[in-house]
């Protein structure tokens, strides 16, 4: 696994769910080594999904958020595989995301709809456009006119936020995990959960005001 510092060497040999113990004692260094370990999954998760005035990184962000879920809420009592239920949580996170787009509720980041490939590993004959009844196609017109529309709310978005969540959406949207911004900006972790939450709030309250106008 590439990438490792030598504090997160210690967890090589550790068995993922004794590391996510680690991690939801609040160890940092547990966290990065977790997220770095799985983002090959989250990458092979994400190239399943398409996104609409969006980039690849944005999906792949999506991905990481429900592997961050997947360290905080395992419970090694209820599930045996920490590997098995992160592969669940991440796909219900893009699920998530995709549904939420459909609904047309949600910031350019998250506005998505999905390829012909299955739901979820355990059922292959479940395809996510059975799920999500998703539209798949759209006039090329549409898309432009979308493309601009986004691009207003974006900037009407940066206007509203303060220095420190611009900081954070600026690495957000290039697909670093939670624990990776917070490193870099010198915070916690639940500081940047709680910024990243704070914009969303603001640009959906945007998102609405505009089409109310």
Do not use: W
Not at 48 to 53: C, E, L, Y
């Amino acid at each position: 696994m590439a990438n490792l510092n030598i504090l997160e060497e210690q967890y090589l040999n550790m068995p993922d769910e004794q590391v996510v113990q680690v991690i939801q004692a609040g160890d940092n260094t547990a966290l990065n080594y977790m997220m770095n370990k799985y983002n090959d999954l989250v990458n092979m998760k994400a190239s399943k999904f398409f996104m609409v005035g969006a980039e690849r990184d944005d999906i792949i962000q999506e991905g990481l958020i429900g592997l961050y879920k997947a360290t905080k809420s395992f419970n090694v009592e209820k599930q045996n595989s920490f590997k098995t239920f992160a592969n669940l949580c991440i796909e219900r996170q893009l699920i998530t995301a995709l549904k939420t787009s459909n609904r047309q509720k949600n910031i350019p980041l998250n506005s998505a709809f999905s390829l012909n490939q299955s739901a979820y590993d355990e059922n292959e004959d479940v395809e996510v456009v059975e799920v999500l009844d998703a539209k798949t196609a759209e006039d090329p017109l549409d898309t432009i006119t979308k493309k601009e529309y986004y691009s207003s709310i974006e900037n009407k978005i940066d206007e509203s936020l303060s220095d420190f969540e611009r900081q954070v959406l600026h690495y957000y949207k290039q697909g670093k995990s939670y624990a990776l911004i917070a490193e870099k900006l010198g915070t916690k972790v639940k500081s940047v959960d709680t910024a990243i939450q704070r914009i969303r709030k603001k640009a959906n309250k945007i998102k609405e005001n505009m089409e109310q106008e």
